[in-house]
């Protein structure tokens, strides 16, 4: 089973910027799409950005469009989510996932989970 760790999660006012990092560990060689969802309180998990790890295949939920960018480094089983012009409405747990199969913003298609990190955004 592929492990992911999370990390960059935090507290910024709205308008700021935040980067997050997944890294995965173990048989990373299964993994065909790697994706951030998150789950704000009181609210079901939804998907945010998911990128293929052997094309430049990327897809967006229509929320983050134009503001978050999601990136990979496969030299160091990591992908990037690159967060910009945050708003308040953006306040969630973020969630990276793993899958071994096509690209998918669905987070019932996704097996491998990390723990999550929290961003918050001030207005």
């Known amino acids: 089973q592929v492990q992911l760790a999370e990390s960059g999660g935090g507290s910024v006012q709205a308008g700021g910027s935040l980067t997050l990092a997944c890294a995965a560990s173990g048989p990373t060689y299964s993994v065909n799409c790697m994706g951030w969802f998150r789950q704000a309180p009181g609210k079901g998990r939804e998907g945010v950005a998911a990128?293929?790890?052997?094309?430049?295949?990327?897809a967006y939920a229509d929320s983050v469009k134009g503001r978050f960018t999601i990136s990979r480094d496969n030299t160091k089983n990591t992908v990037y989510l690159q967060m910009n012009s945050l708003k308040p409405e953006d306040t969630a747990m973020y969630y990276c996932?793993?899958?071994?199969?096509?690209?998918?913003?669905?987070?019932?298609?996704?097996?491998?989970w990390g723990q999550g990190t929290q961003v918050t955004v001030s207005s």
């Open positions: 996932a793993a899958r071994s199969r096509w690209c998918s913003l669905v987070p019932a298609d996704f097996g491998a």
């Open positions: 990128a293929r790890t052997d094309i430049g295949y990327t």
